[in-house]
């Protein structure tokens, strides 16, 4: 049988499948080729720049297993896909860590407004020091602030793991009733338990200083223009999601009018194009969807994804 990694696959995760009897290719096929080339193949593996819809589905019906790399599978027709009996899977627990330290990386960016210094002392460094130093200088600490985390599952939690190592304060919302504590494993194993709070989306978006989105995008925003004049004066937002779940152009405005003081995206609505109001914004911390893009996350993902493949395609 033949595995085509499309967007890639960690080593490790190669090795296993080629050890139990394999071939794995990791050729990049574009999208417009996939449906006359995919028929060569038994299974598929992508991350989010490969689409697997219900035409390409269709035009190969040899395809037995469908494995995302990462969490979100709004790129894969999974329902329809299922629906022809193609196995369907992907890889939620293993890039959860990076993607939580991907968001405090971004929030310690924010509070030392790191985002427009690095921009700016290349350029006025050696000649605006004094006032580069005054315009830094109302930094604010972590400790102590809230931090509201809109979904919790896996990627959440962990997120709400760092924030609590931080000394912060964190309450969360979510579709189902999530824990009313916390396990953070501390250096030598120590383990304790530490309260979080669940609460409903508006009081979420009403009293946290810090927002972070951990939500696959429906139909609309989460936090859309009739949320933002909910939300607390001078709060800063992040998305390592997906995109759409902020409205950008929204974003913008609050981001202008003060209400927002800084925000932190690592997703866009129209990738890999992001708008310009967006990517040029004094006022926005940027990283081009990089979330689970740590060796250690994608060696996880390879191995878990491998182990998955195998298993459906043994059955």
């Given at each position: ?305 491998a182990n998955l493949i195998i298993e459906n395609l043994k059955k």
């Amino acid at each position: 049988m033949r595995i085509l990694a499309n967007d890639g696959i960690d080593p490790i995760g190669k090795k296993l499948l080629e050890d139990a009897g394999f071939e794995v290719d990791t050729t990049h096929i574009p999208q417009e080729e996939l449906a006359e080339k995919l028929n060569s193949y038994d299974a598929i593996t992508v991350r989010s720049a490969t689409k697997v819809r219900q035409a390409l589905i269709d035009a190969c019906p040899n395809i037995k297993v469908i494995g995302r790399g990462g969490v979100g599978m709004d790129n894969i027709d999974v329902d329809y896909a299922r629906s022809k009996g193609i196995a369907v899977v992907n890889t939620p627990a293993a890039s959860s860590l990076s993607v939580g330290e991907l968001v405090f990386a971004h929030l310690l960016n924010g509070v030392r407004f790191l985002y427009d210094s690095n921009r700016k002392m290349p350029v006025e460094g050696n000649t605006n020091f004094a006032g580069l130093k005054k315009a830094y200088a109302k930094g604010v600490e972590l400790r102590g602030k809230t931090i509201g985390i809109v979904g919790f599952g896996r990627i959440g939690r962990e997120t709400a793991k760092i924030a609590l190592g931080l000394g912060m304060d964190v309450i969360y919302s979510d579709l189902f009733e999530g824990p009313q504590t916390l396990p953070l494993t501390l250096s030598g194993g120590i383990q304790v338990d530490i309260p979080v709070k669940q609460v409903e989306v508006d009081e979420l978006l009403k009293t946290s200083d810090f927002i972070s989105l951990h939500v696959p995008f429906t139909d609309k925003p989460v936090i859309g223009k009739e949320e933002f004049p909910l939300l607390k004066d001078g709060v800063a937002l992040v998305n390592a999601s997906r995109g759409g779940v902020i409205d950008e152009l929204a974003l913008v405005e609050a981001l202008d009018s003060g209400k927002v003081s800084f925000a932190a995206l690592d997703v866009f609505d129209n990738e890999p194009t992001p708008r310009a109001e967006i990517i040029k914004h004094p006022k926005i911390s940027l990283t081009p969807h990089i979330g689970a893009a740590t060796n250690e996350a994608q060696e996880r993902i390879g191995e878990e994804l491998a182990n998955l493949i195998i298993e459906n395609l043994k059955k």
